[in-house]
């Protein structure tokens, strides 16, 4: 069971499943008539922090480029520029999330594209992926810059021939900022998530939790802990997300000791006060997780709650 919290960031053309298998019939085509004029002149191009979006959500691609008009010959590109989010992983081995600005000089290969016509929609069925397009300006000789409409298949996709072009331009980054924090130095180097949801409240809260447990891995097996502390507007909540605290391999004798008290715990009962922080000890064998507080209990794998004991705590918190 994998509880990490992930940020998906932004790439050339990024593809956001909405849902698997196949959409309705009749994909849509693009607006009604996108070659009624052309994209609006803008003065002098500054960055992407200055003039790209306005929200950083839109970093990640979006589907308005889907919509706009489309270039005519009225605007001469010498450039493109792309403001996107990317991850950039520091020294220290934690990673950030990115906005990053990217130049390609070369835009031969992408304009044909942007001018091809939008498809007829189509009778057929579709698939139901998103594709997001991303936040993508041309530039003239004097810096002057537009944001075109992409052209759309007969499924109101941008079409392969784009998507192809964006992904091979030749690009250089020119400009990068931090966004956030997504994995601190601290936690990459204790092998842990910067964030971590609280399986065991969840499983609790279900009803479930009785179930025989798997077997607990051998005595000589290679152990970690992570510790994870659950913010108050997180705790009671249907999937509360902790936030890592501290972590790192479990000595030897510790997972031996650990394992001797959960082998032996009793069941637990029926509860609903929320743990401010618990552990997640990872083993070859499942995830077992612990309360440090609130109920004090402990979960092996993702079938079986049990009672902890002041030792076990002693050994994890």
Known sequence: ?????????????????????????????????????????????????????????????????????????????????????????????????TAEEVRAGDVTALLPTLRLPDEEPTAGACTADLVLVPWLVLLDADGRWIRPGVPVDSCSKPRREFRDAVAQLKTETVAKRTLQNVESDEAATAGCSQQWADMLWVIGQNGAGNADPHALAADDAAASLCVYRVPASEQGSDKPAGDFVSGGKLAPATWVALKRELAGAAPAGPCTTPASRFAVVHTPAGEIYVEADGCKRAMIGDARLVRTTPEVAALLF
């Open 1 to 97: 069971m994998t509880a990490r919290t992930t940020i998906v960031t932004g790439t050339l053309l990024g593809l956001a499943m909405l849902a698997a298998g196949c959409g309705g019939g009749g994909g849509g085509g693009g607006a009604a008539d996108r070659s009624a004029g052309a994209p609006v002149v803008q003065a002098r191009w500054e960055s992407c922090a200055a003039d790209g979006p306005r929200d950083t959500a839109g970093l990640g691609g979006s589907t308005d480029a889907l919509t706009l008009l489309r270039l005519d010959d009225s605007f001469a590109p010498v450039a493109a520029v792309i403001c996107r989010t990317a991850p950039f992983k520091r020294p220290g081995g934690g990673e950030d999330l």
